[in-house]
């Protein structure tokens, strides 16, 4: 069975950082890519960024791009979102996910994740 628990959400001023992180249980951590997705209240599910399983390669959602930094450490079977220059818009459920292995070709889809963390609240306020 694969857990994914996030921490280190909270609420920080527009213009702070915060780091979120993701830690794994159970099944090869290091063979999985992995992923940070958000959903703010009311719309859909949107992928944040992404990380291969050596962590060699990573993509980032347009938005986020320049500001928001994905990395890996495999031997703690753990991932990073690290946040900076918040902005009050990116205020969501942030949530990590895990694929074993991608299908279709876009690593940006909900569709392509096998497991789900219960997420981690992040606000920005103004």
């Known amino acids: 069975q694969v857990q994914l628990v996030e921490s280190g959400g909270g609420l920080v001023q527009a213009g702070g950082s915060l780091r979120l992180s993701c830690t794994a249980s159970?099944?090869?951590?290091?063979?999985?890519?992995m992923a940070w997705f958000r959903q703010a209240s009311g719309k859909e599910r949107e992928f944040v960024a992404g990380i291969t399983w050596s962590g060699a390669n990573s993509w980032y959602a347009a938005s986020v791009k320049g500001r928001f930094t994905i990395s890996r450490d495999n031997t703690k079977k753990t991932v990073y979102l690290e946040m900076s220059s918040l902005k009050p818009e990116v205020t969501a459920v942030y949530y990590c996910?895990?694929?074993?292995?991608?299908?279709?070709?876009?690593?940006?889809?909900?569709?392509?994740?096998?497991?789900w963390g219960q997420g981690t609240q992040v606000a920005v306020s103004s």
């Open positions: 159970g099944r090869t951590f290091s063979k999985w890519a």
């Open positions: 996910a895990a694929s074993l292995q991608y299908t279709s070709g876009d690593p940006s889809t909900v569709a392509e994740y096998d497991y």
